[in-house]
C-alpha cells in the first residue's frame, strides 16, 4: 500500500541558519494514528510547516499519496490535498465569534451580507458531525483554552480533510476533556482518517497512536509500531539518556502569611471568571495546588490575584495589603510573579527580541516603554543568563520569541518569572508543552523557589504534577472552592475527581 505521505531526506535551515532538520525520512501510512515526538526545538512543527506548506524543505522531498509535493506548495495546496492542520499556537482571531472564525475565508453571503444564519447552522452541523460542542456566537476571546482548542480543531476538521495534524492539541485540555477528544479521534480514523498527533506526552500516545517517530535535533531516532517500544526506551530516544522524576518533600507551613484570601466573590458572565465565597491563605515556603477542570473560576482567581479583574465582594491580601487597591504594576513591584498559562497572549511578546522578553515588564504590554535608558548590553546579558540557566534552544538574545519551539519559548517566560525571586508566585500550568527533560527542570525550580520562601500557587492540569509538587491541594468547581486537602501518599489523580466533577464536596 503506498503510504499517504513519504518524507525522504527532508531538511530544513532557517533564514536566520538555524538547522531544525537534517535529512527526515520516514512514510505515514494512511488510515493510521502516527505519533511524533521530541523534545523542544527537536524539529516537530518544522517538519509539519513543511508538509502544510508553510515552510519550504531546504532540501529533500515530501510525497502525498505518491504524488511529490511542488516548489510552489502553500497552506491552499494542502488544503487542496485534503490536509488539516491544528497549530501549537492558537490562530483564532479573538474579536470574532466562533462562526466567524470557522467560515473565515469562505463565508456564506447573502447579497453583499456575511449570512450570519447559514454560518451558524454550518457551525452547529460540523459541531454535532464531529460531536465537538461549541457555540457559534460566542466571541472566541471570551472562550476558555479547552474551547478554544476545539474551534480550531472543528476548523480543521470543517474542510473534509483525510489527514488531521494536530500539533500538541492535549496540552491546554483536562484529562476528561482529553479522553473526550480522543474518543472523537478514535471515531474519525475507523472512518478512514488519517492522524499525525505530536505529543509530549507518552501515555496519551499510546492511547492514540500505533505508530511513533522520535526527532531529536533534527534527526529521527526511533520509527517504529508504539508496541516495540517501551516508555523508557521512547523517553531515551527522545532524550539521548534517562530522566528522572522530581518530587517534593511536604513539610508543615510555618513561614508568615503571604497571601490571605477571604470570601472573595464575583459574578461575571463566563464561568470561568466566576467566583463565589473564595478562603483560603498561602504561607511562605509552601506550594498550594489548585485543581479543578477548566473554567472553573481559576481564571476569575488568576485575575484578581493579579490585579486584572476586581471582586465584588470579599479580600486577598498580599503581605498584608489590600490587592483590590493596587494595579499589576504595583503588585508586580510588591513581589508577585506571574507565569500565565496563555504564554502568548499574556506572558511575552513574539515579535520581540529574547532580550526584550527577558527584561521588560512584559507582563501586559510587552513593550520596553517602561524602561526607556535601559541599556542594551545589560538587556542581552540578562537575556544571556537566562538562556544558559533555562537551557533554552536559541541563537541569542536578539532573536525574537516567536522564532523559538513553542516550548522554548516557555522556558524563557518561566525563566523570566523565577529568575526574580518572587515573594508569591502564581504558575499557571507551568509544564504544559514542555518536553519532560524541561518539565522536570522546571518542577525542580519551583521547589527551589519554595525552599527559599516563595509561596507558590500551583494551577496545573496534570495532576501528576499537581500531587508531586503541592502541600496542600484546593479543589475548584463552580467557582466555588470543592475541597481542601492534605496532601499524602493517599492523594491520588482519581481521589480528586468526584470534587473536580462536582459529585462531591469537603471544603
Ligand atoms: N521561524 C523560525 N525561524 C528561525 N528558527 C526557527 C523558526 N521556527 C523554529 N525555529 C527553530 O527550529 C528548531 C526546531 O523548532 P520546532 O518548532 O520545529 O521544534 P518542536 O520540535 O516543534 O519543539 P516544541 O516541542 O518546543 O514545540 C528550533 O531550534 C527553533 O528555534
Ligand atoms: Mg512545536
Given at each position: 500500500?503506498?503510504?499517504?505521505?513519504?518524507?525522504?531526506?527532508?531538511?530544513?535551515?532557517?533564514?536566520?541558519?538555524?538547522v531544525?532538520?537534517?535529512?527526515?525520512?520516514?512514510?505515514?501510512?494512511?488510515?493510521t494514528?502516527?505519533?511524533?515526538?521530541g523534545?523542544?526545538?527537536?524539529?516537530?512543527s518544522?517538519?509539519?510547516?513543511?508538509?502544510?506548506?508553510?515552510?519550504?524543505?531546504?532540501?529533500?522531498?515530501?510525497?502525498?499519496?505518491?504524488?511529490?509535493?511542488?516548489?510552489?506548495?502553500?497552506?491552499?495546496?494542502?488544503?487542496?490535498?485534503?490536509?488539516?492542520m491544528?497549530?501549537?499556537h492558537?490562530s483564532?482571531?479573538?474579536?470574532?465569534?466562533?462562526?466567524e472564525?470557522?467560515?473565515?475565508?469562505?463565508?456564506?453571503?447573502?447579497?453583499?451580507?456575511?449570512?450570519?444564519?447559514?454560518?451558524?447552522?454550518?457551525?452547529?452541523?460540523?459541531?454535532?458531525?464531529?460531536?465537538?460542542?461549541?457555540?457559534?456566537?460566542?466571541?472566541?476571546?471570551?472562550?476558555?483554552?479547552?474551547a478554544?482548542?476545539?474551534?480550531?480543531?472543528?476548523?480543521a476538521?470543517?474542510?473534509?480533510?483525510?489527514?488531521?495534524?494536530?500539533?500538541?492539541?492535549?496540552?491546554v485540555?483536562?484529562?476528561?476533556?482529553?479522553?473526550?477528544?480522543?474518543?472523537?479521534?478514535?471515531?474519525?480514523?475507523?472512518?478512514?482518517?488519517?492522524?499525525?498527533?505530536?505529543?509530549?506526552?507518552?501515555?496519551?500516545?499510546?492511547?492514540?497512536?500505533?505508530?511513533?517517530?522520535?526527532?531529536?535535533?533534527?534527526?529521527?531516532?526511533?520509527?517504529?509500531?508504539?508496541?516495540?517500544?517501551?516508555?523508557?526506551?521512547?523517553?531515551?530516544?527522545?532524550?539521548?539518556?534517562?530522566?528522572?522524576?522530581?518530587?517534593?518533600?511536604?513539610?508543615?507551613?510555618t513561614?508568615?502569611?503571604?497571601?490571605?484570601?477571604?470570601g472573595?466573590?464575583?459574578?461575571?458572565?463566563d464561568?470561568?471568571?466566576?467566583?463565589?465565597?473564595?478562603?483560603?491563605?498561602l504561607?511562605?515556603?509552601?506550594?498550594?495546588?489548585?485543581?479543578?477542570?477548566?473554567?472553573?473560576?481559576?481564571?476569575?482567581?488568576?485575575?484578581?490575584?493579579?490585579?486584572?479583574?476586581?471582586?465584588?465582594?470579599?479580600?486577598?491580601?498580599?503581605?498584608?495589603?489590600?490587592?483590590?487597591?493596587m494595579?499589576?504594576?504595583?503588585?508586580?513591584?510588591?513581589?508577585?510573579?506571574?507565569?500565565?498559562?496563555?504564554?502568548?497572549?499574556?506572558?511575552?511578546?513574539?515579535t520581540?527580541?529574547?532580550?526584550?522578553?527577558?527584561?521588560?515588564?512584559?507582563?501586559?504590554?510587552?513593550?520596553?516603554?517602561?524602561?526607556?535608558?535601559l541599556?542594551?548590553?545589560?538587556?542581552?546579558?540578562?537575556?544571556?543568563?537566562?538562556?544558559?540557566a533555562?537551557?533554552?534552544?536559541?541563537?541569542?538574545?536578539?532573536?525574537?520569541?516567536?522564532a523559538l519551539?513553542?516550548?522554548?519559548?516557555?522556558?524563557?517566560?518561566?525563566?523570566?518569572?523565577?529568575?526574580?525571586?518572587?515573594?508569591?508566585?502564581?504558575?499557571?500550568?507551568?509544564?504544559?508543552?514542555?518536553?519532560?527533560?524541561?518539565?522536570?527542570?522546571?518542577?525542580?525550580?519551583?521547589?527551589?523557589?519554595?525552599?527559599?520562601?516563595?509561596?507558590v500557587?500551583?494551577?496545573?492540569?496534570?495532576?501528576?504534577?499537581?500531587?508531586?509538587?503541592?502541600?496542600?491541594?484546593?479543589?475548584?468547581?463552580?467557582?466555588?472552592?470543592?475541597?481542601?486537602?492534605?496532601?499524602g501518599?493517599?492523594?491520588?489523580?482519581?481521589a480528586?475527581?468526584?470534587?473536580?466533577?462536582g459529585?462531591?464536596?469537603?471544603?
Amino acid at each position: 500500500m503506498t503510504p499517504l505521505v513519504t518524507f525522504r531526506d527532508v531538511a530544513k535551515t532557517y533564514p536566520n541558519g538555524v538547522v531544525a532538520l537534517r535529512g527526515v525520512s520516514f512514510a505515514i501510512a494512511e488510515g493510521t494514528c502516527h505519533a511524533i515526538c521530541g523534545e523542544n526545538g527537536a524539529g516537530k512543527s518544522t517538519l509539519m510547516k513543511c508538509l502544510f506548506g508553510l515552510e519550504a524543505p531546504s532540501g529533500g522531498s515530501i510525497e502525498i499519496a505518491g504524488h511529490p509535493i511542488g516548489a510552489d506548495h502553500s497552506p491552499r495546496a494542502a488544503d487542496a490535498a485534503g490536509i488539516g492542520m491544528v497549530h501549537q499556537h492558537f490562530s483564532l482571531l479573538p474579536s470574532l465569534t466562533v462562526a466567524e472564525n470557522l467560515v473565515l475565508g469562505r463565508e456564506p453571503t447573502k447579497g453583499p451580507l456575511i449570512d450570519r444564519a447559514a454560518a451558524a447552522a454550518e457551525v452547529r452541523r460540523l459541531a454535532q458531525r464531529f460531536r465537538l460542542a461549541v457555540e457559534p456566537d460566542v466571541r472566541v476571546g471570551r472562550l476558555s483554552v479547552a474551547a478554544q482548542q476545539k474551534v480550531e480543531i472543528l476548523k480543521a476538521l470543517a474542510r473534509d480533510v483525510r489527514l488531521l495534524i494536530l500539533d500538541e492539541p492535549t496540552a491546554v485540555l483536562t484529562p476528561q476533556e482529553t479522553e473526550e477528544l480522543f474518543e472523537r479521534l478514535r471515531h474519525l480514523r475507523a472512518e478512514g482518517l488519517t492522524i499525525v498527533f505530536i505529543s509530549h506526552k507518552l501515555r496519551e500516545v499510546r492511547q492514540l497512536a500505533e505508530h511513533v517517530t522520535v526527532l531529536r535535533d533534527g534527526r529521527v531516532t526511533g520509527d517504529a509500531p508504539i508496541t516495540d517500544l517501551d516508555d523508557a526506551t521512547i523517553a531515551r530516544l527522545v532524550m539521548g539518556r534517562d530522566v528522572r522524576a522530581v518530587h517534593r518533600e511536604r513539610r508543615p507551613a510555618t513561614g508568615p502569611e503571604v497571601l490571605r484570601v477571604a470570601g472573595l466573590t464575583r459574578g461575571a458572565s463566563d464561568a470561568a471568571d466566576r467566583l463565589s465565597d473564595i478562603t483560603f491563605t498561602l504561607h511562605a515556603g509552601e506550594v498550594l495546588g489548585l485543581a479543578g477542570v477548566e473554567g472553573s473560576g481559576q481564571r476569575g482567581l488568576v485575575g484578581v490575584l493579579t490585579g486584572l479583574l476586581r471582586p465584588e465582594r470579599g479580600v486577598a491580601e498580599f503581605l498584608g495589603r489590600d490587592m483590590a487597591r493596587m494595579d499589576t504594576a504595583a503588585l508586580r513591584a510588591l513581589g508577585l510573579g506571574h507565569l500565565p498559562a496563555d504564554r502568548y497572549a499574556q506572558g511575552g511578546a513574539r515579535t520581540l527580541s529574547l532580550a526584550d522578553n527577558a527584561i521588560g515588564d512584559a507582563y501586559r504590554s510587552g513593550a520596553l516603554g517602561r524602561w526607556p535608558l535601559l541599556s542594551r548590553k545589560a538587556a542581552d546579558r540578562r537575556a544571556a543568563e537566562l538562556i544558559r540557566a533555562y537551557d533554552v534552544r536559541a541563537t541569542g538574545p536578539r532573536q525574537a520569541l516567536g522564532a523559538l519551539s513553542g516550548g522554548n519559548a516557555q522556558k524563557l517566560i518561566a525563566a523570566r518569572e523565577f529568575a526574580a525571586h518572587p515573594k508569591l508566585l502564581i504558575a499557571d500550568q507551568p509544564t504544559r508543552g514542555i518536553d519532560i527533560q524541561a518539565a522536570a527542570f522546571i518542577r525542580a525550580r519551583l521547589i527551589e523557589l519554595a525552599e527559599q520562601g516563595s509561596a507558590v500557587l500551583l494551577i496545573s492540569a496534570d495532576l501528576d504534577e499537581l500531587l508531586s509538587l503541592s502541600d496542600r491541594v484546593a479543589v475548584m468547581f463552580a467557582g466555588r472552592i470543592a475541597a481542601r486537602l492534605e496532601n499524602g501518599p493517599d492523594l491520588t489523580p482519581e481521589a480528586l475527581g468526584p470534587y473536580m466533577l462536582g459529585l462531591q464536596a469537603a471544603a
